[in-house]
């Protein structure tokens, strides 16, 4: 495991998993005025997007430079491209909404970024235990993203029914059922950060 917290790998993903954190506080807290503001909107979260694909550059040379980790290779790199898959997804949600010009998103979204917003600041949490070493509160953390996972799941089923039973236009319908597509896989993809944790500290207790 990490030797302390000026370990280059335990750098890396502390920077990783705050600027996921970082991203999904602007996708959460930013507030869609107009048509024009979509496109702030979505260029700011490339930003973050590309931030995090330089980190993952990083990551991938410092393993290829490096004899022994701390950790296993393998899960470390694994861990990198989950947090990225999550930023990926913010990021892809942004774009769709500029795409769509979809000034106004309904109750719906707003509880699908609630829980994944919450799911994130528990992945930055166990991130930090990991860096600390903490392996049972990394599990504990580990319990709660899943339960906002499971919550996002529950979302999604009864969004799609009521989507499908509504009076809205079928160009809206593709627009929304698209959205709720895209915020299940990131929410999917706060698990798979979760699950890789787990199998992180499975291997190191």
Known sequence: MFKNRKDK???LLLDISANLK????????????????????????RDYEHKADSFVHEMI???N???????????????TMALDEVVD???HCAALREMFNMEKVNEYELNFVEEITAAVH???????????KKLPSIQKATIVIKNHESKCDNLYRQAVKDLYSSDETPVNIMKHK????NLEDI???????AHVLDQIVMKNA
């Not at 528990?122 to 600390?132: C, G, M, P, R, T």
């Open 9 to 11: 790998f335990a750098v």
């Open 22 to 45: 970082e991203s999904v506080n602007y996708f959460n807290e930013f507030k869609v005025q107009n048509v024009s503001d979509l496109k702030i909107f979505a260029d700011t979260m």
């Open 61 to 63: 040379k410092q393993l």
């Open 65 to 79: 430079h490096t004899f022994i980790t701390p950790i296993d290779r393998e899960d470390l790199l694994a861990l």
């Open 89 to 91: 997804g913010l990021e």
């Open 122 to 132: 528990k992945i930055d949490e166990a991130i930090n235990y990991l860096a600390d």
């Open 178 to 181: 698209e959205t709720y597509e």
């Open 187 to 193: 929410a999917d993809a706060c698990q798979t950060v």
